[in-house]
C-alpha cells in the first residue's frame, strides 16, 4: 500500500469528520477531562439526544460512511491544554460556525443542546472561544485567547482537534509523511536532517538527538533497538501522557523513523502503567499502523521491516533513567548501570540502542513532515524548536502548553498562565521535577531554554513548571520533593539511598522547628557528595531541590533555624493561627469547619482560637472568606534536641 | 585455540601500567600494585558500580567513574588520589557506615573493651562490631578503622529489619548490609536464576526473595556462596559463626557422594567448623551437604568414640588391642563362605581395596558395596535371603544398613561405624572409624577422576581409618603380605580400576536431589536443618514443650536483644529485695541461668526480669511467649543490697547516705532500677545513669526517671547525652563538686572494671554487681567464687555486690572466657520453635 492511497483513504474520512456544515459535539476526553468529568457529560449528550429523538453517531469509519448531514456526530478527542477549564465540548450546530465551552456540567447539557446544537443560538456565558468562524458576541477566536496566542503548537499539533483512535484523522493532517519522505531520503540523511534541525533530547538531558542517532547508527551489528521513554515519572508532569492520548501517532511515526535512521528493525514503547488511557490509545493505533502497512515488514514498500512492542512499566520513577528502562525491558530488576558500555554500543539485550523521550520523537515525525529549515525557524541557536510544559501550581490558567523556546519565563506566567491564583505575591517556578530548581521573582524573564535554566541552577527537565505563590514554603518545596526521591532511589548506591535520607532527615527537621545552623552546611556537603559520587541522574540531581532553594531563599531557611517560623504559614510545627478581631465578622464558618471544636465565638461576633486544642490543620485559614485567619510564629518550649533515628 | 591477549599500555598515579585487554582499570591498578578502596566489587563477579568507594579521576572523562567499570584503554589518564576524591571517598564511607551499627567504631574505649573480650557476645541481633559474629573478617569495619576519625558526623539511620533466623544454616541481620550486591550477583553467576535479589526501594531496599518466600521456598540450593563473599556480618553460617577467628585451611574433597567436589575445610583447634568454596565460579560450586552438613557430621554429638567387644552378653570399651584381638580370633570360623561385608559407598580406593583383601581373598565371602545415599530398604534382595535363610552367618558392616529382621539372624557381627545404630546395639564388636576430614587415602569420582585427600585430622575419641583397622585384623589373624605401614602402599598401580555410579541428579543444583543418607545413617537425623530442605528424619525434631512449672505473663524485647519477661512466681514476689537475683531453668535439660530481679509485684505474685540475648540460654529465654512454662526459677538469691554500708568497708560513713549515684549498662539499666527505688524510698538523693551503646537501646528511661532526682543518658556513639559512658558521667558530677557518697555499678563486667579504675582514688566506695558463671546459685558447688581483696568469695551467698576496687578483675575474665568454646557448640543449629519441615521439592 502506498501513502498516497492511504492518504486519500484518509482525506474522506476527515472531511467527513470535520465539516463545519453538520452538527458536531466533540468531547475532551483525555485522563485530564476524564478528572474533571467528561465522560459524565458525553453520558448527558447521549441521553439528551435520546430525549430528543435525535440519530447521533460517533466518528468510526462505519459510521462516516453512512452518516448525513442531520445526524450528530459526537466524539470524544484528546487535550486541548486548557486544562483548567476542562471539561472542555466544542459544539456546531452546522452554520459554519464552532463554539468551545468550558467547565461544562451535565446539567448545562440540556440546554447547550436545545439552544445550541439544535436552536443555532450560541451561549456566550459558558463559551471561552470560537473554533471557527468569526467572533461571536463576546466570544473571542480561539487563536486570540491569551493562553493560546503565544503558543507554537508542534508537538501538540494535532491534540485535542483529532480522533485520536481514528488514523485517517492523523494521515490526513500529515501523519506519515514525514516517515515516507524519510524512507525516501535514506538513513544517513534522515540523520542529517535531524541533526541539522538542532533538535535537543526533550527527555531533560537535552543531548541533540541526531548526534546520539548517530552513534547508534555507527555501531556495528545488524541487531539494533529503538526506545520510547513514555515513562513520564517527574510528579505534575503529563505533556508525555497529553501526547500520547491525544495523537499517539506523532510518536509512533517518529520512533518508527528513529528505527531507520538507525538501522534497527524493533522498537520498544515502554509506557508507565499508570497511563491505561495513553496504553489503550498506543495498542489500537498500533494496530491500525499495521493494517495499513505501515508497521511491520516492509513498510510502504520499502523493504524496510520494523516492529513496534508495547512495554508496561510497574511503577518505579528510577525506570525512566534509560540504563534502569533498558534492564526493566529485559525482565531485570530496574536499577542503573554504570556507563561505559553506553547504550549506543551496548544497550537492550547488549545490542546497540538508542532512546529517546516521547516527545523528541513527536518532534521527529515533524521535522521530517516539514524539513530541518522549517524547525530552526523556532526557538534560539542553541535551543531550537518548541517545548511542552506543564504549567500547574498556583496559577490561574494551569495546563499544557507549547512554546518556542527562548520564551520568557515571565510571558509563561503572567500571559500565557494569566498570572498567579487570586493575584496573590509570585515567589517562584520550579522547574525540572524532583531533579530540577526554582527560579525566584528577580529571575522572571529569564529566557526558557536549556543554557539560560542551567545558568540559573535549574534545569529544563522533561518540561514541569510549577508555580508558586507567597503561601508556599521553600524548605517544605525541597523536603516535598525528597519525600519523593528518597522513596525511589532504587537503593544500589550509597551516596543516593543513603544520602536521600538524610537530607530529607534533615529537611523534615527544619520544617519541624528541630533545625541547627549545622544543618545548611551539612546539606551543602551530602548534595556535594550526593552529585558527583552517585551512579545515575536521580541521585545526582536529588540535591537540586535543596540546593537552589538554599540559594535563592537562604532566609527562608535562616528564618525556620533561627526563628523557629515559617512565614508562607505551612510548617505546622512553626506556626499557629489567630484570628483578627479586626476582620472577623462571626460568621462561624470557621468554628464549624473546624476538626477539633477550638474555635469559639457567638453570632456576629470575633471569635477566637485555643491554641492549645489547635492541631494546626489550617482549614479555618482556608475557609474564611475575609481573610481574618492569620498565621504567626509558633512559641514552644524547645527543650532538649533529640536526634531522630528513624525517619 | 589460546586467544592472543593485547596488552595496553595506561597512565595511573603517574606511573605507566600495563593492562591486558578485558582488564578494567581497577584490574590494571592491581596488577601495578596500587591500592584503590573497594567493597562491591570481587575479582570472581562482574563489575556493578554500587558502593561507589573505587572513584577515580581520568583525564578527559566527566565526573568520577567507578574504577572497577570502566575499562582500561590505551594512553588513559588517571589519579587514584586526590583531594576531591579523598573527600568524596569519605563521604561515602560515612555514608555508608550511618545505615549500619557502628557504635564500637568510634567508642573510644573499643581496643581495651575488645581486649578484655576477644570474643564478640554472641547476641541475637548484632547491634554492634561487639556483638557482630564477623568482627575479625568484617570489610567494612576494616575500612573503617584506617580511616582515622572517631566521631560520624551523621547520625545513624537504624533499619529495623526483622532478623531471619527461620532457615536452616544460613541466618541473615539484614541490619548489617550495606547492598553491595555480592550476595546475589553471586548467586546469580552459580545458579542463574538467583534465589535472592535486592526487593523495595530507597530505605525499604534490603537484599530478599520474591514475595517474601523463605528462601527454601525461593529455589536456593544452600551453597553458601553467599556467606563466604558477603564482606559483613549479614550473612552468616548459623554453625560456625561465633568459632574464633584464628583457623587454618585445609583443601580436601567431599566424600558425601560420588562427586567428590572439593571444598576448603576451615578447622579451628582440630575440628572442622566450616566448609567453603574454592572459588566462586560455577565449577566450584558446592551442595547443601558438602557446605553445611560436612562439619556437623563430623562434629556429631553421638559419635561412637570407643572400640566395644561383647563380653558376657554387654558391649563393653576396651582397647584397640583387645578389639582387633577379638575380632581376628572370630572371623576365621566365617572361612567357609558364609561372611559378608557390607562397604559403604563413597569409601577411599584404600578402604575398598582392604575391604576386597577381606572379604574376597580371606573370608572367601561377598563383598557389597551399598551406593551412596543408600539405607537397610536398598540392601541387594539376595543378601536378604542368604542372610534369612542362614547362609550368611557373619557380616561385617561399615554403616546402617541392616534391619531388626536381618540382625536377628545373624551369628557374628562387626560394625566399623562412626555413629550408633540398631546394628551397632547388637553387634559383637564395634569400631569407631574415622571419617570425612579424619580420613586418609585417595578417591574415584563419579568423572573417573582420582583425588587425594588432605593430610586427615586427628580422629575424634579413639576412632580410626577403616583401612588401618583392616590391616590390623589381617596382620592378627596371621596373614602375611599386610605389613603396608602407610596408606599410600594399599593401592597398587596395577590394580584394577573401578567404576563408580553417578550420583542421581545434582544436589548442586536441586535441593531434591541431595541424598537422604551417609553410610546407611538418615543425614537428617544427624544435621536436623536438613528436614528444611526436605530430607526426612526418622522422627521430625519437635521443640520439647515444658508443661508444668511457672507460667511465662509476658515476654517482650524491649529493645534488640534485651528482653523484659514477667513470670508468675508469687513466692519469690513476697520475699525479692532490691540486689538479689532469680535463677531460671526453661527446661529440665536447660541452664542454670542467674538474672538479677528488676521488679516484683506481690499482689500478682509476679517478678519481672531483663535479659539480654548473649548464647543458648538466653536465647531460650528470647524465645518465650505468654502462656508457656519455665520448669524451674529459684529465688530470691543472694545479699540484698544493702542500703548501708557494711562495717568491715569503708570507713566514717554516715548510714544512710545522702547522694548515691548509680549507673546501668546493658541488662544493668534493669537490675539498677530496683536499687534506685529501694534508696529514694529510703530518702537518700538519687542520681541514676544509664549507658548504651546507642540511643535506640536505651530503655526504662520513664521508670528510672520517676525514681530518680536526677537522671543522665550515656551513650558511646554520642546520639544521646553524654557520649562515652557511665564512667564519664560520673567522674562529670564527681567534678562538679558533688558531695557523692556511694557509687553503685551494674552492668558488664568490662563495665564494671573500667568504673572502677576510672573512679578509684576518689574515696568514694564503689559496689559493682559481679557476674561469674554460676550454677547452683545457693552457695554449694563454687562455679561463681570470685576473688575480692584478699578472699575467695562466692557471688551467690556472699554478693552479687561487692567493693569494686578490691575484685580481681583478671580472674573474673579468665573465669568468664574459660568455656568459650562450649558456648558456642552450645547454640542450637536449628530455629528450634518455627522450623517448617517442607515437603519434597519437585
Request: proline share 5%; aromatic share 6%; with cysteine.
Amino acid at each position: 500500500m502506498t501513502l498516497a492511497t492511504l492518504q486519500q483513504q484518509a482525506a474522506q474520512t476527515w472531511t467527513q469528520f470535520a465539516r463545519r456544515d453538520r452538527r458536531r459535539v466533540l468531547i475532551g476526553a483525555a485522563t485530564c477531562g476524564r478528572a474533571a468529568g467528561a465522560l459524565r457529560v458525553a453520558e448527558a449528550f447521549r441521553n439528551e439526544f435520546a430525549r430528543h429523538g435525535l440519530p447521533f453517531d460517533s466518528d468510526s469509519a462505519e459510521a462516516m460512511a453512512s452518516t448525513g448531514a442531520e445526524r450528530v456526530l459526537l466524539a470524544e478527542v484528546g487535550c486541548l491544554g486548557l486544562c483548567y477549564a476542562e471539561p472542555l465540548v466544542e459544539v456546531q450546530s452546522g452554520d459554519g460556525s464552532s463554539v468551545l465551552y468550558q467547565r461544562v456540567t451535565p446539567q448545562l447539557v440540556p440546554k447547550l443542546v436545545e439552544t445550541h446544537l439544535l436552536g443555532g443560538h450560541p451561549l456566550p456565558h459558558s463559551a471561552l472561544a470560537v473554533m471557527a468562524g468569526e467572533p461571536i458576541l463576546e466570544i473571542p477566536k480561539f487563536e486570540d485567547l491569551p493562553m493560546i496566542r503565544q503558543q507554537v503548537r508542534i508537538i501538540l499539533r494535532n491534540c485535542g482537534l483529532i480522533d485520536p483512535t481514528q488514523i485517517d484523522h492523523a494521515i490526513a493532517r500529515g501523519a506519515y509523511s514525514g516517515l515516507a519522505r524519510a524512507l525516501e531520503l535514506g538513513r544517513e540523511a534522515v540523520t542529517a536532517e535531524v541533526l541539522a534541525s538542532g533538535l535537543r533530547g526533550r527527555g531533560g538531558a537535552g543531548f541533540p538527538a541526531g548526534a546520539k542517532w548517530a552513534f547508534a547508527a555507527r555501531s556495528a551489528g545488524d541487531e539494533k533497538y529503538v526506545i520510547c521513554n513514555a515513562d513520564e515519572g517527574d510528579p505534575g508532569a503529563f505533556m508525555n501522557r497529553s501526547v500520547l492520548e491525544g495523537d499517539p501517532h506523532a510518536v509512533l511515526e517518529g520512533l518508527t523513523i528513529a528505527g531507520f535512521a538507525v538501522g534497527a528493525h524493533t522498537g520498544y514503547i515502554y509506557v508507565r502503567a499508570e497511563y491505561p488511557l495513553a496504553i489503550e490509545r498506543l495498542q489500537a493505533a498500533l494496530e491500525q499502523m499495521r493494517a495499513g502497512g505501515l508497521s511491520g515488514p516492509n513498510i510502504l514498500g520499502s523493504g524496510f521491516d520494523f516492529n513496534i512492542h508495547i512495554k508496561k512499566g510497574a511503577g518505579a520513577f528510577v525506570c525512566g533513567e534509560e540504563t534502569a528502562l533498558i534492564a526493566a525491558i529485559e525482565g531485570r530488576r530496574g536499577m542503573p548501570r554504570p556507563r561505559p558500555p553506553f547504550p549506543a554500543v551496548s544497550g537492550l539485550f547488549g545490542k546497540p540502542t538508542t532512546i529517546n523521550n516521547v516527545e523528541t520523537l513527536a518532534a521527529v515525525s515533524a521535522i521530517l513532515q516539514n524539513g530541518a529549515s522549517w524547525y530552526t525557524k523556532f526557538g534560539t541557536e542553541k535551543s531550537r524548536g518548541t517545548k511542552t510544559f506543564s504549567l500547574a501550581g498556583k496559577i490561574e490558567r494551569t495546563g499544557l502548553i507549547e512554546v518556542a523556546l527562548g520564551t520568557s519565563l515571565r510571558t509563561i506566567v503572567e500571559e500565557i498562565g494569566g498570572g498567579v491564583l487570586g493575584g496573590k505575591g509570585f515567589k517562584a517556578v520550579q522547574t525540572g521535577g524532583p531533579s530540577g530548581g526554582c527560579i525566584p521573582a528577580q529571575l522572571l524573564d529569564l529566557q526558557v531554554d536549556y543554557e539560560h535554566l542551567a545558568e540559573a541552577g535549574s534545569i529544563m527537565g522533561s518540561g514541569g513548571m510549577v508555580v508558586m505563590d507567597e503561601d508556599s514554603c521553600m524548605v517544605d518545596v525541597a523536603r516535598y520533593f525528597l519525600t519523593f526521591t528518597e522513596s525511589e532511589s532504587c537503593g544500589k548506591c550509597v551516596p543516593c539511598r543513603m544520602g536521600t535520607q538524610h537530607l530529607l532527615r534533615i529537611l523534615t527537621g527544619l520544617t519541624e522547628g528541630t533545625g541547627t545552623p549545622e544543618d545548611l552546611p551539612q546539606l551543602q556537603r551530602l548534595g556535594h557528595a550526593m552529585t558527583k559520587a552517585s551512579l545515575c541522574g536521580l541521585g545526582q540531581t536529588a540535591p537540586n531541590p535543596v540546593l537552589t532553594t538554599l540559594r535563592y531563599f537562604a532566609e527562608e531557611y535562616r528564618q525556620h533555624i533561627e526563628e523557629h517560623r515559617c512565614s508562607a504559614g505551612v510548617c505546622r510545627e512553626l506556626v499557629e493561627f489567630w484570628i483578627d478581631v479586626e476582620k472577623c465578622n462571626g460568621c462561624t464558618l470557621c468554628a464549624r469547619n473546624c476538626p477539633v471544636d477550638s474555635i469559639s465565638g457567638e453570632k456576629k461576633h470575633a471569635h477566637l482560637i485555643d491554641t492549645s486544642q489547635c492541631i494546626r490543620c489550617g482549614a479555618c485559614r482556608s475557609t474564611c472568606n475575609f481573610g481574618a485567619v492569620m498565621v504567626r510564629p509558633r512559641a514552644v518550649d524547645r527543650g532538649e534536641k533529640r536526634v531522630v533515628a528513624n525517619v | 585455540m589460546s586467544e592472543i591477549t593485547e596488552s595496553v599500555t595506561l597512565t595511573i598515579d603517574g606511573r605507566e601500567v600495563r593492562a591486558v585487554t578485558g582488564d578494567t582499570v581497577l584490574d590494571a591498578a592491581r596488577r601495578a600494585g596500587i591500592p584503590i578502596p573497594t567493597l562491591c566489587a570481587h575479582e570472581d563477579l562482574s563489575p556493578f558500580g554500587a558502593c561507589r568507594l573505587c572513584i577515580v579521576e581520568i583525564d578527559n572523562v566527566r565526573g568520577y567513574p567507578t574504577s572497577c567499570t570502566t575499562p582500561a584503554t590505551a594512553g588513559m589518564v588517571v589519579r587514584t588520589q586526590s583531594k576531591e576524591l579523598e573527600e568524596l571517598r569519605n563521604s561515602t564511607l560515612e555514608l555508608m557506615l550511618s545505615g549500619h551499627p557502628n557504635s564500637c567504631l568510634i567508642c573510644d574505649d573499643r581496643e581495651d573493651c575488645e581486649k578484655y573480650r576477644p570474643q564478640p557476645a554472641k547476641a541475637g541481633q548484632s547491634t554492634k562490631c561487639g556483638a557482630c559474629s564477623n568482627r575479625s573478617g568484617c570489610t567494612l569495619r576494616e575500612m573503617s578503622l584506617a580511616t582515622p576519625a572517631s566521631t560520624l558526623n551523621l547520625p545513624t539511620l537504624y533499619s529495623p529489619h526483622k532478623l531471619e533466623r527461620d532457615d536452616p544454616f544460613i541466618l541473615r541481620d539484614h541490619n548489617l548490609c550495606v547492598l553491595c550486591g555480592r550476595c546475589w550477583r553471586v548467586c546469580e553467576q552459580l545458579h542463574g536464576t538467583p534465589a535472592i535479589s535486592i526487593v523495595n526501594r530507597g530505605r525499604e531496599a534490603r537484599i530478599g526473595t520474591a514475595f517474601d518466600r523463605s528462601w527454601v521456598d525461593s529455589g536456593c540450593t544452600f551453597c553458601g556462596a553467599c556467606i563466604d563473599i558477603c564482606p559483613t556480618g549479614t550473612i552468616t553460617d548459623r554453625f560456625s559463626r561465633w568459632y574464633p577467628a584464628q583457623h587454618r585451611e585445609l583443601r580436601t574433597s567431599c566424600q558425601l557422594c560420588p562427586q567428590a567436589c572439593t571444598l576448603d575445610l576451615i578447622v579451628s583447634q582440630g575440628q572442622v567448623v566450616a566448609s567453603h568454596m574454592t572459588g566462586f565460579k560455577r565449577p566450584a560450586r558446592l551442595c547443601a551437604l558438602g557446605r553445611f552438613a560436612y562439619p556437623q557430621i563430623m562434629s556429631s554429638a553421638v559419635r561412637l568414640l570407643q572400640p566395644m567387644i561383647r563380653e558376657d552378653g554387654d558391649l563393653t570399651p576396651v582397647s584397640w588391642e583387645e578389639t582387633i584381638s577379638a575380632v581376628a580370633a572370630a572371623l576365621p570360623n566365617y572361612r567357609d563362605g558364609s561372611f559378608a561385608l557390607i562397604a559403604a559407598e563413597p569409601q577411599t580406593r584404600e578402604s575398598r581395596r582392604m575391604y576386597e583383601h577381606l572379604a574376597v581373598e580371606i573370608m572367601h565371602g561377598q563383598l557389597f558395596s551399598q551406593p551412596a545415599g543408600s539405607g537397610p530398604d536398598d540392601l541387594p534382595s539376595a543378601v536378604r535371603d542368604d542372610i534369612t535363610a542362614g547362609r550368611i552367618r557373619a557380616v561385617w558392616t561399615a554403616g546402617d544398613y541392616l534391619t531388626q529382621e536381618l540382625l536377628e539372624r545373624i551369628e557374628y557381627l562387626v560394625v566399623a561405624d562412626f555413629l550408633p545404630s540398631l546394628a551397632a546395639r547388637r553387634a559383637a564388636a564395634v569400631l569407631p572409624v574415622a571419617v570425612l576430614a579424619e580420613d586418609e587415602g585417595t578417591l574415584q569420582t563419579a568423572s573417573s577422576q582420582i583425588k587425594t585427600l588432605a593430610t586427615p585430622l586427628a580422629a575424634r575419641g579413639k576412632a580410626r581409618s577403616e583401612w588401618t583397622l583392616v590391616r590390623e585384623i589381617v596382620q592378627s589373624m596371621g596373614i602375611a603380605g599386610f605389613e603396608l605401614p602407610s596408606v599410600t602402599d594399599v593401592v597398587r598401580a596395577d590394580d584394577r580400576e573401578y567404576t563408580v555410579a553417578p550420583p542421581n541428579g545434582d544436589p548442586r543444583d536441586r535441593v531434591a536431589d541431595l541424598p537422604a543418607r551417609f553410610r546407611g545413617h538418615v543425614l537428617a537425623d544427624i544435621v536436623p536443618g536438613l528436614q528444611a530442605l526436605g530430607l526426612r528424619a526418622t522422627e521430625a525434631s519437635a521443640p520439647v514443650e515444658q508443661l508444668v512449672g511457672f507460667t511465662v505473663v509476658a515476654r517482650d524485647e524491649v529493645v534488640p536483644n534485651f528482653h523484659r519477661l514477667v513470670i508468675e512466681a508469687p513466692a519469690i514476689a513476697r520475699h525479692a529485695q532490691p540486689g538479689q537475683f532469680a535463677v531460671v531453668m526453661v527446661g529440665e535439660k536447660s541452664e542454670r541461668a542467674p538474672f538479677t530481679l528488676v521488679d516484683w509485684d506481690k499482689e500478682k505474685g509476679t517478678i519481672t526480669l531483663v535479659i539480654e540475648e548473649v548464647g543458648r540460654s538466653s536465647q531460650e529465654i528470647a524465645k518465650l511467649k505468654a502462656g508457656q512454662r519455665i520448669a524451674h526459677v529459684s529465688g530470691p538469691l543472694g545479699l540484698p543490697l544493702p542500703l548501708d554500708i557494711p562495717a568491715d568497708n569503708i570507713a566514717s560513713v554516715p548510714a544512710t547516705p545522702r547522694t548515691i549515684v548509680l549507673g546501668g549498662g546493658c541488662y544493668g539499666v534493669g537490675s539498677i532500677y530496683p536499687i534506685a527505688r529501694a534508696f529514694k524510698q529510703a530518702g537518700a538523693q538519687v542520681i541514676t545513669v544509664i549507658e548504651g551503646c546507642s540511643e535506640h537501646m536505651l530503655y526504662m528511661e520513664e521508670e528510672l526517671r520517676s525514681v530518680s532526682d536526677r537522671f543522665y543518658l550515656a551513650t558511646k556513639d554520642g546520639s544521646e547525652g553524654r557520649k562515652g559512658g557511665v564512667q564519664d558521667v560520673f567522674l562529670d558530677l564527681y567534678r562538679e563538686g558533688l558531695k557523692i557518697e556511694r557509687f553503685v555499678a551494674i552492668g558488664c563486667s568490662f563495665m564494671m572494671r573500667m568504673v572502677a579504675a576510672r573512679t578509684a582514688g576518689l574515696g568514694i566506695p564503689l559496689q559493682v554487681a559481679l557476674n561469674p558463671i554460676m550454677v547452683d546459685g545457693t552457695g554449694m558447688c563454687g562455679a561463681c567464687r570470685v576473688t575480692v581483696g584478699s578472699e575467695t568469695k562466692f557471688a551467690c551467698v556472699d554478693g552479687p555486690f561487692f567493693d569494686g576496687y578490691a575484685v580481681d578483675w583478671d580472674q573474673l575474665f579468665a573465669r568468664r572466657n574459660a568455656y568459650m568454646r562450649t558456648e558456642i557448640e552450645a547454640i542450637p543449629q536449628t530455629a528450634g520453635n518455627g522450623l517448617k519441615v517442607l515437603q519434597p521439592a519437585t
